[in-house]
T-cell receptor, first 117, second 114 residues
Framework: GAGVSQSPSNKVTEKGKDVELRCDPI?????LYWYRQSLGQGLEFLIY????????KSGLPSDRFSAERTGGSVSTLTIQRTQQEDSAVYLC???????????????FGQGTRLTVV | DAKTTQPPSMDCAEGRAANLPCNHS???????VYWYRQIHSQGPQYIIH???NNETNEMASLIITEDRKSSTLILPHATLRDTAVYYC???????????????FGKGTLLTVNP
């Protein structure tokens, strides 16, 4: 079946513009996660959704970042007034359920490479 | 507050077993050990996880020491496509412990050589 799909795969934007990154999780997965990976850096947790609600938004770097999930499926990560330091690969993942143990492994998409110029 | 320690890099000959160590000396009784890998320009890929027993699946084996302070991921017959960064991650079983979050360290860059 289809994996986690992210779009666009690449995005170049001018500093100060807003961008929207989309994630289509695996069908039936209740949990959805956003991470980002800056050049040469490790993966940084941003936010996760359980259904349509986001219990933990603490990883969002600033109030310019927001995310929503609708219908327990598609999620959008929005970055307002982009800055050069926002340049990174933004990765989305989904899992059948949250936690540890069976059916909790996260499946990642290929990411969206965002470049702010 | 890194919970795991891994060597920054390792080499392995194609066709041989790759044994990737991970130290998690402060692991607590309710914490699982997860392994992911990230091939260049791709998203991370789940490999295997375990609590205290050794685990095996189609990708790899996970050997956890009896005291649970370290573990080894074994790729039995490494191929060139196994070249990747391998991450060892410790996760709590308690929901209050942010167990939804994968905390990635720097991992081990495994290079499989022909």
């Amino acid at each position: 079946g289809a994996g986690v799909s992210q779009s666009p795969s690449n995005k170049v934007t001018e500093k100060g513009k807003d961008v929207e990154l989309r994630c289509d999780p695996i069908s039936g997965h209740t949990a959805l996660y956003w991470y980002r990976q800056s050049l040469g850096q490790g993966l940084e947790f941003l936010i996760y959704f359980q259904g349509n609600s986001a219990p933990d938004k603490s990883g969002l770097p600033s109030d310019r970042f927001s995310a929503e999930r609708t219908g327990g499926s598609v999620s959008t990560l929005t970055i307002q007034r982009t800055q050069q330091e926002d340049s990174a690969v933004y990765l989305c993942a989904s899992s059948p359920r949250v936690g540890v143990g069976s059916d909790t492994e996260a499946f990642f998409g290929q990411g969206t490479r965002l470049t702010v110029v | 507050d890194a919970k795991t320690t891994q060597p920054p890099s390792m080499d392995c000959a194609e066709g041989r077993a790759a044994n990737l160590p991970c130290n998690h000396s402060t692991i607590s009784g309710n914490e699982y050990v997860y392994w992911y890998r990230q091939i260049h320009s791709q998203g991370p890929q789940y490999i295997i996880h375990g609590l205290k027993n050794n685990e095996t699946n189609e990708m790899a084996s996970l050997i956890i020491t009896e005291d649970r302070k370290s573990s080894t991921l074994i790729l039995p017959h490494a191929t060139l496509r196994d070249t990747a960064v391998y991450y060892c991650i410790v996760r709590s079983a308690y929901s209050g412990g942010s167990n939804y979050k994968l905390t990635f360290g720097k991992g081990t860059l495994l290079t499989v050589n022909p």
